[in-house]
């Protein structure tokens, strides 16, 4: 059971409304996470206009959505695991490469990279090294992408931390964590 009330489109803030009606027609449903956050106009906002800011970003969504995974089994965040699980296959990432990403790891040598370096990240509280950036340029990635990965990042420890602190309810399809925090 959630720790907050996960409003609607009828009881959330009138700031929260507009938004909310976005991320509806977005989704065709609004998803508990959103309900959540809705008690903040501002958190709202912030929340889906990063989702927006980055969804049109350099990195393809398919990326993204590994990074996302990967991020959320590391912080055992049931909810963003599911929900970027499904993200993800919608983004054409197979089943398999949902599957290793989540732990962290890709056949793809970019890919690969990308999801070392954003776990060094998480679990370094963001304390990395030069040779971890060396190792992102040498994998292909410039310095535009770098942080839109580090945007990534971050987008997804706050997600993580919201669904994990106020218990929200999974409402897509569960997956099992394999690292449990």
């Excluded at 990403?101 to 990395?128: E, I, N, P, Y």
Aim: charged share 20%.
């Amino acid at each position: 059971m959630s720790r907050i009330q996960l409003l609607t489109a009828a009881t959330a803030p009138d700031a929260s409304k507009p938004v909310l009606e976005q991320i509806h027609g977005a989704f065709g449903v609004t998803p508990a996470m959103f309900r959540a956050v809705s008690n903040s106009p501002a958190a709202l906002e912030s929340m889906w206009g990063s989702f927006r800011a980055l969804g049109s970003g350099v990195l393809p969504a398919k990326l993204a959505e590994q990074i996302a995974v990967a991020v959320a089994d590391r912080n055992a965040c049931e909810y963003c695991l599911a929900a970027h699980t499904a993200l993800g296959r919608k983004a054409g990432v197979s089943a398999e490469e949902m599957k290793e990403a989540q732990a962290g790891r890709s056949a793809d040598a970019a890919t690969a990279a990308a999801l070392s370096f954003a776990l060094k990240v998480v679990d370094g509280r963001g304390q990395v090294n030069d040779a971890d950036v060396d190792a992102m340029r040498a994998a292909g990635f410039d310095d535009g992408q770098l942080v839109e990965i580090l945007a990534h990042v971050a987008l997804n420890l706050f997600t993580n931390y919201v669904n994990v602190v106020l218990q929200v309810p999974v409402d897509f399809p569960a997956v099992k964590l394999r690292r449990v925090a």
